[in-house]
């Protein structure tokens, strides 16, 4: 190792000792320079790929492949426009790809192999340079093909949150948490324990007359959960003070699963969407997180006490997904409170009337599964085929279109749009605007109508997010004429 590379892990070291629970460092901002572009060879942020061990509770302690010597990996602060140089040292032995969620990026430095981003190779190093932006919570992870193997892309511990600043206020707060739900640990199984139900509102617009009857394939499943690198009980607890505000910026780091989290004895009001400010926030007992998706919300410290902010579904809560809530001076046992639990409907956080003009194109996607078609597993179909798509998909410059998502399979689908940002149009059936968005969890059965304008040239993914239905099929590429 280089001596800069020592002095970069030396100060994440620290950063981590004073931030213990929140794997929370701004580690290259001291070597930043204060104007201009940093000379060749010299990054702003550094991140290293390699063997980690994660402590989710004294008694369980994982192997993983993470950043920087942890999973998740540190807290990147970017500006909103300032162009930023990032090194990727890859020190395992296959090859990686870092792709950035959320992000309006060119293809070239995206992450995905799909869209030609180019891999850092094994035992090497690569250079990207991007602007980052737009402002909000995003994040950062592998991009990896994992297949059959489940020690490979996003169910290895290589995520992290990026937070893009452009200097505005999210509102007064006095603590800002960063909180990445996970599980770890996968494993083949044919029963799903999912909370996709959550996501049923009314109507099965896209339920076909006849349903496959076929045998489903294995699926991914996990018995072991944190929050960060924590399961519940273990780390420290959130530390409060009534009166307090908490700014929480939630993000689903799942390979696997989509999720439902509350705060006992607390209501979460959500301000943003993806990272993006949502015209109509509202006030809640509990919120859905689709796999990528991210959700922030502050929450009023008015109930003193000591609580456990976490899955709602107790198996899953008490297998290590949530945290400790704890007011200065309270010393009981931490308590929790089943949340009324309504359907989760992205529509409430919207507006009557788009500001954008209205679609001029629609493009119609429709998901089906051939259970078990891929030896042991499932196939996923976008329009009748699974990846590749040829030409099917090609967008012109400029043009304003409507996707309309057709979800004929009986799971939720998180969709992940690269390198674009979608406005919320219809969830089955229910109108809404203004709401802006990089993933959507597309209901089973269901049907949702996204808007977007074509000014982002290049390659373009689009696919479920999680990790088995995207390396099954579950993706098409858009392109530009
Ligand atoms: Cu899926």
Redesign the pocket.
């Known amino acids: 190792m280089d001596r800069r590379g020592l002095l970069q892990l030396g100060s994440m070291a620290l950063a981590h000792a004073a931030v213990p629970r929140l794997p929370i460092a701004e580690w290259a901002g001291t070597r930043r320079l204060s104007t201009g572009h940093p000379p060749e060879d010299n990054p702003d942020y550094l991140l290293r790929i390699a063997p980690v061990t994660v402590e989710l509770d004294r008694s369980h302690i994982l192997s993983t492949i993470g950043y920087n010597g942890a999973a998740p990996g540190p807290l990147l602060r970017m500006r909103a426009g300032r162009r930023v140089r990032i090194d990727v040292v890859n020190d395992t032995d296959t090859p990686e790809l870092v792709h950035w969620h959320g992000m309006l990026i060119p293809p070239e430095v995206d992450g995905t192999q799909e869209e030609g981003s180019p891999v850092v190779p094994p035992r090497g190093r690569r250079q990207f340079e991007l602007t980052p932006g737009p402002a909000g919570s995003r994040w950062y992870h592998s991009h990896a093909m994992a297949m059959d193997d489940l020690h490979k892309g996003a169910y290895t511990g290589q995520f992290g949150f990026v937070y893009v600043e452009d200097g505005n206020n999210p509102g007064r707060y006095d603590q800002e948490l960063f909180l990445a739900l996970r599980d770890w640990e996968p494993f083949f199984t044919t029963t799903m324990d999912d909370e996709d139900d959550d996501t049923h509102h009314g109507p099965l617009p896209e339920k076909p007359a006849t349903l496959n009857s076929d045998p489903d394939g294995l699926e991914v499943g996990s018995n072991t959960y944190s929050i960060n690198d924590k399961a519940l009980g273990a780390g420290d607890p959130i530390r409060v003070r009534e009166g307090q505000r908490l700014l929480i910026h939630f993000l689903n780091a799942s390979a696997i699963e989509n999720r439902r989290v509350a705060l006992a004895g607390h209501k979460m009001k959500v301000i943003a969407l993806d990272g993006n400010p949502v015209p109509t926030p509202q006030t809640l007992d509990s919120i859905f997180v689709g ?1 990528g998706e991210r959700i922030d919300v502050v929450v009023e410290m008015n109930n003193p006490g000591v609580w456990i902010l976490g899955s709602t579904e107790k198996a899953i809560r008490e297998s290590g997904l949530g945290v400790i809530v704890e007011y200065a001076g309270q010393h009981r046992q931490p308590q929790w409170i089943d949340p009324p639990l309504a359907p989760w409907d992205y529509t409430i956080f919207g507006t009557a009337n788009s500001s954008s003009l209205a679609p001029q194109k629609t493009i119609e996607l429709i ?1 089906e599964k051939m259970p078990g078609a891929v030896g042991k597993f499932n196939l ?1 179909l976008v329009n009748g085929k699974p990846y590749p798509h040829e030409r099917e998909f090609v967008l012109e410059q400029g043009t304003r279109y409507r996707l309309v998502m057709r979800n004929r ?1 009986d ?5 992940h749009f690269h390198r674009h940002l979608w406005e919320l149009a219809e969830i089955n059936g229910k109108k809404t605007a203004g709401i802006i968005k990089d993933t959507v969890v597309v209901p089973y059965f269901g049907r949702v109508m996204v808007d977007f304008t074509a000014d982002q040239p290049g390659l373009a993914l689009f696919h ?3 990790q ?3 390396d099954y099929g ?1 993706k098409a590429l858009f392109r530009y004429g």
């Open positions: 796999g998901f996923w399979t799971d939720a689908h998180p969709m479920c997010h999680i088995q239905h995207m579950f």
